[in-house]
């Protein structure tokens, strides 16, 4: 049965490479939906994860950074700092601000931190150093490479002129890339001296975490507390809850047109062969065998998508993130088997649609 699929298959070889070829742009799609969504996902809390601290302090129902706003003032900071057991506090303050090269200007997520306490920082430095002085930025690296921005080059937010010193990596959340500069120069920038996003708490050996979140709620119950775990949390399904709707979606409807697409060709086969599958009736062929010949031939389909995905999809993405390097992409060999996975199962359905067509095929047609 094997060798009879693939010659019934190959009596219409442009029909089953134009086939194959739309069931691989649409396994491509799954692949490259998988790993956009992977890049995003570890670009939008890669910062958060590499910045460990014991406890992250929030203005109350604040819940994350991605899409939520939080503003705690420098008083609230220096009462949190003479709380017993807090060994240290550094202020973080996240705003969006427009970098200027020329005549164009680029929207980034400006992070202000302090570099003396060597947290809320750059994840990894690819090139150059971290900040030092006011005048400083440390930029994304697909957002440097997009706008051709280089250590030494000099960039303009609002009046203020800056030296990029450094280019850092996972810090690219998708839609909006990170910035870093001093807390001190962002403050003046927006003209709120003292103002933050959140404080970075580090916790004095021999005291709980629980003890000294409970201390600060006390305190301050104008503020929320959050260990490092439970933060990442948080923003991990901020950030799933805002894109993965839209994964699904496109997702689905790359399968629908790949079952679409299967189910006609096998139809049209069907239809083509009826004389040819009447005599195979009145021969007396083993039942199910017609059943089980469509469901090859559909499986052999979109196993050679399959592969032909496989062999255009990196190329294709390198391309791709050269051309748009905000475009950041993540695979792994459990997303592949996913996809591939699904393509199979989407195949066997399509077969199944087709698999119809047969009950009306008589043995008389055999003898027209």
Sequence with gaps: MDMYAVRTLRSQPLRLMLTIGGIALCVILMFFLFAVYRGAADGSVEYIRQNKTDLWVLQRNATNILRGSSLVSAVQGRKIQQIPGVKSISPVLFVLAAIKKGDRDRTVFLTGFDPEKNIGGPPYLVAGRNISHDNEIVLDKSFAAKFRFKVDDHVEIQEHSLRVVGISTGTNAFVIQYAFVTVRFLQKMIGFPGIATCYLVEVDEGNTLAEISSQIRRELPRLEVYDHETFLENNIQEMKSGFLPLLYTVAAIGGIVLT?????????????????FAVLKTL????????????????????????????????????????????????TVEQIIVVVIIVEIMSLISSFLSIRRLRSIYLMEAFL
């Design 260 to 276: 679409v697409i299967l189910s006609l060709l096998l139809t049209v086969n069907i239809l083509e062969r009826r004389k040819d």
């Design 284 to 331: 007396g062929s083993p039942k199910g065998f017609l059943r089980w010949l469509i469901i090859e031939q559909a499986l052999l389909i979109s196993s050679a998508a399959c592969v032909v995905a496989l062999i255009v999809f990196f190329p294709l993405v390198q391309m791709i993130e050269k051309i748009s390097p905000e475009v950041s992409t993540k695979s």
